[in-house]
Protein backbone atom coordinates (compact mmCIF):
# COMPACT_ATOMS: atom_id res chain seq x y z
CA UNK A 1 0.00 0.00 0.00
CA UNK A 2 1.07 3.27 -1.03
CA UNK A 3 1.83 5.05 2.00
CA UNK A 4 0.72 9.32 1.79
CA UNK A 5 4.04 11.47 2.64
CA UNK A 6 2.29 12.98 5.60
CA UNK A 7 2.04 9.66 7.23
CA UNK A 8 5.35 8.68 6.15
CA UNK A 9 7.14 11.88 7.97
CA UNK A 10 5.60 10.32 10.86
CA UNK A 11 7.91 7.66 11.60
CA UNK A 12 10.19 9.28 13.94
CA UNK A 13 7.37 9.77 16.00
CA UNK A 14 6.00 5.72 15.81
CA UNK A 15 9.54 4.80 16.99
CA UNK A 16 9.09 7.09 19.70
CA UNK A 17 5.69 6.37 20.77
CA UNK A 18 5.99 2.63 20.73
CA UNK A 19 8.75 2.33 22.35
CA UNK A 20 7.65 4.43 24.93
CA UNK A 21 4.74 2.19 25.83
CA UNK A 22 6.47 -1.07 24.88
CA UNK A 23 8.26 0.01 28.21
CA UNK A 24 5.34 0.47 30.31
CA UNK A 25 3.59 -2.94 30.10
CA UNK A 26 0.10 -2.95 32.74
CA UNK A 27 -2.31 -5.86 33.12
CA UNK A 28 -6.14 -5.85 32.69
CA UNK A 29 -7.86 -2.55 33.95
CA UNK A 30 -5.06 -1.08 36.01
CA UNK A 31 -3.40 0.43 33.53
CA UNK A 32 -2.60 3.89 34.85
CA UNK A 33 0.54 4.73 33.44
CA UNK A 34 -0.50 4.19 30.07
CA UNK A 35 -3.77 5.86 30.12
CA UNK A 36 -1.57 8.98 31.81
CA UNK A 37 0.70 8.73 28.89
CA UNK A 38 -1.80 8.82 26.44
CA UNK A 39 -3.50 11.37 28.30
CA UNK A 40 -0.43 13.64 27.18
CA UNK A 41 -0.15 12.99 24.12
CA UNK A 42 -3.67 13.31 22.94
CA UNK A 43 -4.29 16.29 24.80
CA UNK A 44 -1.44 17.89 21.96
CA UNK A 45 -4.30 17.01 19.54
CA UNK A 46 -7.15 19.29 20.57
CA UNK A 47 -9.59 16.63 20.80
CA UNK A 48 -12.91 18.18 21.21
CA UNK A 49 -13.73 15.70 23.91
CA UNK A 50 -12.26 13.34 26.24
CA UNK A 51 -13.50 10.78 28.54
CA UNK A 52 -12.25 8.11 30.74
CA UNK A 53 -14.41 4.48 30.39
CA UNK A 54 -14.23 1.23 31.94
CA UNK A 55 -11.60 2.59 35.01
CA UNK A 56 -8.24 3.14 32.84
CA UNK A 57 -9.81 3.24 29.15
CA UNK A 58 -10.32 6.59 26.58
CA UNK A 59 -12.97 7.54 24.42
CA UNK A 60 -11.75 10.58 22.63
CA UNK A 61 -14.07 12.61 20.00
CA UNK A 62 -13.34 14.84 17.37
CA UNK A 63 -16.29 16.43 15.74
CA UNK A 64 -17.02 17.54 12.31
CA UNK A 65 -20.00 20.48 12.45
CA UNK A 66 -22.91 19.06 10.04
CA UNK A 67 -21.54 15.77 9.96
CA UNK A 68 -24.15 13.23 8.95
CA UNK A 69 -22.07 9.80 10.04
CA UNK A 70 -19.54 8.56 13.09
CA UNK A 71 -17.08 6.30 12.70
CA UNK A 72 -15.08 4.71 15.30
CA UNK A 73 -11.50 3.09 15.59
CA UNK A 74 -10.54 0.88 18.46
CA UNK A 75 -6.73 -0.09 19.90
CA UNK A 76 -6.49 -2.47 23.25
CA UNK A 77 -4.36 -1.11 25.69
CA UNK A 78 -2.91 -3.94 27.73
CA UNK A 79 -0.13 -6.06 28.14
CA UNK A 80 0.61 -9.37 29.33
CA UNK A 81 2.05 -11.49 32.48
CA UNK A 82 5.03 -12.57 30.66
CA UNK A 83 8.77 -12.02 31.27
CA UNK A 84 10.08 -10.03 28.05
CA UNK A 85 13.28 -11.67 26.91
CA UNK A 86 14.31 -9.64 24.23
CA UNK A 87 17.28 -7.46 24.62
CA UNK A 88 16.41 -4.25 23.26
CA UNK A 89 16.84 -0.62 24.50
CA UNK A 90 13.20 -0.32 24.97
CA UNK A 91 12.02 -3.64 27.00
CA UNK A 92 9.88 -3.47 29.46
CA UNK A 93 10.62 -1.82 32.95
CA UNK A 94 7.75 -3.56 34.51
CA UNK A 95 8.82 -7.02 35.80
CA UNK A 96 7.21 -9.88 34.91
CA UNK A 97 4.96 -8.15 32.89
CA UNK A 98 5.28 -7.29 28.52
CA UNK A 99 3.70 -6.16 25.41
CA UNK A 100 3.81 -9.25 23.90
CA UNK A 101 0.54 -9.02 21.87
CA UNK A 102 1.13 -5.98 19.87
CA UNK A 103 -1.19 -3.54 21.90
CA UNK A 104 1.92 -0.94 21.90
CA UNK A 105 1.46 -0.83 18.19
CA UNK A 106 -2.66 -0.86 17.75
CA UNK A 107 -2.05 2.22 20.56
CA UNK A 108 0.34 4.45 18.75
CA UNK A 109 -1.51 3.53 15.48
CA UNK A 110 -4.51 5.76 17.05
CA UNK A 111 -2.40 8.25 18.54
CA UNK A 112 -0.86 9.15 15.21
CA UNK A 113 -4.23 9.06 13.25
CA UNK A 114 -5.30 11.37 16.06
CA UNK A 115 -2.28 13.62 15.23
CA UNK A 116 -3.12 13.42 11.56
CA UNK A 117 -6.65 14.51 11.88
CA UNK A 118 -5.35 17.21 14.24
CA UNK A 119 -3.55 18.68 11.74
CA UNK A 120 -6.74 17.97 8.95
CA UNK A 121 -9.74 19.23 11.08
CA UNK A 122 -11.09 21.24 8.21
CA UNK A 123 -11.01 18.14 5.69
CA UNK A 124 -13.30 16.14 7.68
CA UNK A 125 -16.30 14.54 6.57
CA UNK A 126 -17.58 12.60 9.57
CA UNK A 127 -17.15 12.51 13.49
CA UNK A 128 -14.42 10.54 14.65
CA UNK A 129 -14.09 8.34 17.85
CA UNK A 130 -11.20 6.87 19.21
CA UNK A 131 -11.51 4.27 21.56
CA UNK A 132 -8.61 2.80 24.03
CA UNK A 133 -9.53 0.20 25.50
CA UNK A 134 -8.43 -2.03 28.58
CA UNK A 135 -8.95 -5.62 29.30
CA UNK A 136 -8.72 -6.92 26.07
CA UNK A 137 -6.79 -10.04 27.42
CA UNK A 138 -9.42 -12.34 29.18
CA UNK A 139 -11.02 -9.37 30.86
CA UNK A 140 -13.78 -8.02 28.51
CA UNK A 141 -13.12 -4.53 28.89
CA UNK A 142 -15.12 -3.93 25.12
CA UNK A 143 -18.41 -4.55 27.14
CA UNK A 144 -17.33 -2.61 29.46
CA UNK A 145 -16.11 0.42 27.44
CA UNK A 146 -19.87 -0.20 25.80
CA UNK A 147 -21.62 -0.20 29.16
CA UNK A 148 -19.87 3.35 29.67
CA UNK A 149 -20.88 4.73 26.37
CA UNK A 150 -18.28 4.21 23.96
CA UNK A 151 -20.52 3.82 21.19
CA UNK A 152 -23.02 6.75 21.95
CA UNK A 153 -22.90 10.31 22.24
CA UNK A 154 -21.94 10.97 19.32
CA UNK A 155 -23.69 7.61 18.15
CA UNK A 156 -20.90 5.50 16.43
CA UNK A 157 -22.03 4.47 12.85
CA UNK A 158 -19.20 2.12 11.81
CA UNK A 159 -16.10 1.25 13.91
CA UNK A 160 -12.80 -0.47 12.63
CA UNK A 161 -9.81 -2.32 14.21
CA UNK A 162 -6.73 -3.81 13.49
CA UNK A 163 -4.05 -6.54 15.16
CA UNK A 164 -0.54 -7.21 14.18
CA UNK A 165 -0.55 -10.87 13.01
CA UNK A 166 2.61 -12.81 12.43
CA UNK A 167 1.40 -14.85 10.25
CA UNK A 168 0.58 -12.56 7.52
CA UNK A 169 3.31 -11.15 4.98
CA UNK A 170 5.11 -7.70 6.58
CA UNK A 171 2.73 -4.12 5.29
CA UNK A 172 -0.37 -6.85 4.24
CA UNK A 173 -3.77 -6.54 5.34
CA UNK A 174 -5.46 -9.79 6.51
CA UNK A 175 -8.94 -9.78 5.59
CA UNK A 176 -12.35 -11.49 4.94
CA UNK A 177 -16.22 -11.06 5.67
CA UNK A 178 -17.80 -13.76 8.18
CA UNK A 179 -16.36 -15.02 10.81
CA UNK A 180 -12.77 -14.54 11.34
CA UNK A 181 -11.75 -15.37 15.04
CA UNK A 182 -13.95 -17.80 17.26
CA UNK A 183 -15.77 -17.30 20.30
CA UNK A 184 -14.64 -18.19 23.08
CA UNK A 185 -15.87 -19.25 26.39
CA UNK A 186 -12.53 -19.39 29.09
CA UNK A 187 -14.01 -22.00 32.30
CA UNK A 188 -12.57 -23.02 35.51
CA UNK A 189 -13.55 -26.57 37.13
CA UNK A 190 -13.22 -27.37 40.79
CA UNK A 191 -13.45 -31.10 41.92
CA UNK A 192 -14.17 -31.40 45.21
CA UNK A 193 -13.32 -34.91 46.93
CA UNK A 194 -12.50 -36.23 50.77
CA UNK A 195 -8.80 -36.31 51.86
CA UNK A 196 -7.80 -39.47 53.63
CA UNK A 197 -4.51 -41.16 54.49
CA UNK A 198 -2.71 -42.27 51.35
CA UNK A 199 -2.97 -46.09 53.42
CA UNK A 200 -6.63 -45.90 52.94
CA UNK A 201 -7.83 -44.73 49.96
CA UNK A 202 -11.52 -46.18 49.91
CA UNK A 203 -12.16 -43.63 53.13
CA UNK A 204 -11.64 -40.59 50.67
CA UNK A 205 -13.10 -39.76 47.75
CA UNK A 206 -9.50 -38.88 45.36
CA UNK A 207 -9.97 -35.94 43.22
CA UNK A 208 -6.39 -36.07 41.13
CA UNK A 209 -8.45 -39.66 39.79
CA UNK A 210 -11.52 -37.83 39.34
CA UNK A 211 -10.03 -35.10 37.30
CA UNK A 212 -7.95 -37.42 35.25
CA UNK A 213 -11.24 -39.06 34.11
CA UNK A 214 -12.95 -35.80 33.58
CA UNK A 215 -10.16 -34.94 31.48
CA UNK A 216 -10.20 -38.00 29.29
CA UNK A 217 -13.81 -38.02 29.12
CA UNK A 218 -14.08 -34.19 27.91
CA UNK A 219 -11.55 -34.48 25.24
CA UNK A 220 -14.12 -36.72 23.86
CA UNK A 221 -16.65 -34.54 23.50
CA UNK A 222 -14.36 -33.05 20.42
CA UNK A 223 -13.26 -36.23 18.74
CA UNK A 224 -16.30 -38.51 19.60
CA UNK A 225 -19.38 -35.71 19.92
CA UNK A 226 -18.61 -33.47 17.44
CA UNK A 227 -19.11 -33.53 13.56
CA UNK A 228 -15.33 -33.17 12.21
CA UNK A 229 -16.32 -31.30 9.50
CA UNK A 230 -17.37 -28.55 12.16
CA UNK A 231 -14.16 -26.39 13.87
CA UNK A 232 -14.18 -26.89 17.34
CA UNK A 233 -11.24 -26.61 20.24
CA UNK A 234 -11.22 -27.67 23.42
CA UNK A 235 -8.29 -26.99 25.75
CA UNK A 236 -7.46 -27.50 29.12
CA UNK A 237 -3.88 -25.57 29.80
CA UNK A 238 -3.79 -25.35 33.85
CA UNK A 239 -4.47 -28.00 36.31
CA UNK A 240 -3.38 -28.06 40.37
CA UNK A 241 -4.12 -29.73 43.27
CA UNK A 242 -3.17 -31.93 46.05
CA UNK A 243 -1.21 -31.43 48.90
CA UNK A 244 0.98 -34.15 49.79
CA UNK A 245 2.62 -37.30 48.35
CA UNK A 246 0.92 -39.11 50.97
CA UNK A 247 -2.90 -37.56 51.11
CA UNK A 248 -5.80 -38.41 49.11
CA UNK A 249 -6.04 -34.75 47.35
CA UNK A 250 -9.54 -33.15 48.40
CA UNK A 251 -9.65 -30.70 45.82
CA UNK A 252 -8.36 -30.25 42.09
CA UNK A 253 -8.81 -27.43 40.28
CA UNK A 254 -9.00 -27.18 36.14
CA UNK A 255 -9.13 -24.23 33.83
CA UNK A 256 -9.83 -24.11 30.39
CA UNK A 257 -11.02 -22.65 27.07
CA UNK A 258 -14.16 -23.99 24.62
CA UNK A 259 -13.80 -21.95 20.97
CA UNK A 260 -16.09 -22.57 18.13
CA UNK A 261 -17.10 -19.92 15.21
CA UNK A 262 -21.17 -21.69 15.30
CA UNK A 263 -23.17 -20.55 18.86
CA UNK A 264 -25.20 -24.00 17.77
CA UNK A 265 -22.40 -25.99 18.44
CA UNK A 266 -20.94 -24.25 20.91
CA UNK A 267 -24.04 -24.84 23.00
CA UNK A 268 -24.43 -28.16 22.03
CA UNK A 269 -20.79 -28.79 23.39
CA UNK A 270 -21.71 -26.83 26.70
CA UNK A 271 -24.73 -29.44 27.19
CA UNK A 272 -22.29 -32.60 26.40
CA UNK A 273 -20.05 -31.59 28.71
CA UNK A 274 -22.11 -30.73 31.37
CA UNK A 275 -23.60 -33.53 31.10
CA UNK A 276 -20.16 -35.95 31.60
CA UNK A 277 -19.60 -34.05 34.48
CA UNK A 278 -22.88 -34.92 35.93
CA UNK A 279 -22.44 -38.16 35.29
CA UNK A 280 -19.27 -38.11 36.61
CA UNK A 281 -20.10 -36.58 39.58
CA UNK A 282 -22.87 -39.37 40.16
CA UNK A 283 -20.24 -42.25 39.61
CA UNK A 284 -17.89 -40.87 41.90
CA UNK A 285 -18.97 -39.20 44.85
CA UNK A 286 -17.43 -36.01 43.76
CA UNK A 287 -18.85 -32.72 43.51
CA UNK A 288 -17.86 -30.70 40.68
CA UNK A 289 -18.37 -27.24 40.65
CA UNK A 290 -18.24 -25.17 36.71
CA UNK A 291 -17.78 -21.22 36.77
CA UNK A 292 -17.97 -19.85 33.33
CA UNK A 293 -15.66 -16.76 33.40
CA UNK A 294 -15.06 -14.64 30.10
CA UNK A 295 -17.53 -15.08 26.92
CA UNK A 296 -16.29 -13.34 23.76
CA UNK A 297 -18.47 -13.48 20.56
CA UNK A 298 -16.89 -14.46 17.00
CA UNK A 299 -15.40 -11.88 15.07
CA UNK A 300 -17.67 -11.84 12.19
CA UNK A 301 -17.16 -9.07 9.53
CA UNK A 302 -19.98 -7.90 7.67
CA UNK A 303 -19.25 -8.53 3.83
CA UNK A 304 -20.41 -4.70 2.55
CA UNK A 305 -18.05 -3.03 4.69
CA UNK A 306 -15.35 -5.38 3.72
CA UNK A 307 -16.07 -4.57 0.25
CA UNK A 308 -16.06 -0.63 0.88
CA UNK A 309 -12.55 -1.66 2.76
CA UNK A 310 -11.00 -2.91 -0.52
CA UNK A 311 -12.11 -0.02 -2.21
CA UNK A 312 -9.73 2.23 -0.31
CA UNK A 313 -6.50 -0.16 -1.08
CA UNK A 314 -4.43 0.40 -4.12
CA UNK A 315 -4.60 -3.18 -5.62
CA UNK A 316 -5.84 -6.58 -3.77
CA UNK A 317 -2.18 -7.22 -3.78
CA UNK A 318 -2.50 -5.10 -0.79
CA UNK A 319 -4.51 -7.75 1.02
CA UNK A 320 -4.58 -11.41 2.23
CA UNK A 321 -7.28 -13.49 2.22
CA UNK A 322 -6.97 -15.57 5.59
CA UNK A 323 -8.13 -18.28 7.05
CA UNK A 324 -10.82 -18.27 10.39
CA UNK A 325 -8.35 -18.54 13.57
CA UNK A 326 -9.09 -19.81 16.55
CA UNK A 327 -8.00 -17.22 18.83
CA UNK A 328 -10.15 -14.90 20.59
CA UNK A 329 -10.74 -10.97 20.33
CA UNK A 330 -13.32 -8.69 21.97
CA UNK A 331 -13.46 -6.14 19.56
CA UNK A 332 -16.35 -9.04 18.39
CA UNK A 333 -18.53 -7.14 21.57
CA UNK A 334 -18.71 -3.68 19.32
CA UNK A 335 -19.22 -5.67 16.12
CA UNK A 336 -22.97 -6.65 18.07
CA UNK A 337 -23.89 -3.42 18.61
CA UNK A 338 -22.48 -1.46 15.57
CA UNK A 339 -21.70 -2.95 11.76
CA UNK A 340 -17.56 -3.41 12.29
CA UNK A 341 -14.26 -4.60 10.45
CA UNK A 342 -11.49 -6.46 12.05
CA UNK A 343 -8.51 -6.74 10.23
CA UNK A 344 -4.96 -8.24 10.80
CA UNK A 345 -1.77 -6.04 9.80
CA UNK A 346 0.76 -8.54 8.63
CA UNK A 347 4.54 -8.18 10.65
CA UNK A 348 5.86 -11.30 9.30
CA UNK A 349 9.43 -11.33 7.51
CA UNK A 350 10.59 -8.38 10.03
CA UNK A 351 12.35 -8.44 13.05
CA UNK A 352 11.23 -10.69 16.35
CA UNK A 353 9.09 -13.18 13.92
CA UNK A 354 7.76 -15.19 17.20
CA UNK A 355 4.64 -15.87 17.84
CA UNK A 356 1.80 -13.60 19.89
CA UNK A 357 2.27 -14.20 23.31
CA UNK A 358 5.73 -14.84 22.98
CA UNK A 359 8.00 -13.68 25.32
CA UNK A 360 10.55 -12.68 22.02
CA UNK A 361 7.95 -11.13 20.49
CA UNK A 362 8.97 -7.81 18.47
CA UNK A 363 8.26 -6.05 15.07
CA UNK A 364 9.32 -3.89 12.78
CA UNK A 365 7.38 -0.34 13.31
CA UNK A 366 7.15 1.15 10.12
CA UNK A 367 4.70 -1.53 9.48
CA UNK A 368 2.37 0.87 11.82
CA UNK A 369 2.30 3.50 9.31
CA UNK A 370 0.43 1.05 7.36
CA UNK A 371 -2.33 1.16 9.49
CA UNK A 372 -2.06 4.61 9.84
CA UNK A 373 -2.53 4.87 6.23
CA UNK A 374 -5.53 2.32 6.16
CA UNK A 375 -7.09 3.91 8.96
CA UNK A 376 -6.84 7.57 6.99
CA UNK A 377 -8.63 6.13 4.08
CA UNK A 378 -10.96 4.62 5.77
CA UNK A 379 -11.95 8.17 7.38
CA UNK A 380 -11.72 9.71 4.15
CA UNK A 381 -13.07 7.60 2.07
Not at 164 to 173: D, R, S
Not at 223 to 229: K, N
Request: proline share 4%; hydrophobic share 40%.
Amino acid sequence: MKIHEEICALEPEALRLRRALHQIPEIGFQLFKTQAFLMEELERCQPDRMEKLAVTGLKVVFETPDAQETIAFRADMDGLMNQEQNKVPYCSKHEGKMHGCGHDGHMTVLLLLAKWISAHRDELKRNVVLLFQPGEEGWAGAKSMIEDGALVNPKVDRIYGLHLWPTVEKGKIGLRWGHMMAQTSDFELTVHGKSAHASTPQMGVDAIVVAAEMITMLQTVITRETDPHQDALLTLGKISGGTSHNVIAEEVRISGTLRTFSDDLFQQMIRKCTALVQGLEVATGAKIEVHRRVYYPCVNNPRPLVEQLYGVLDSMEDTVLVEPAMAAEDFSEYQKEVPGVFCWLGIQGGKGGSALHNTNFDFDEDVLLTGVELFRRILMS
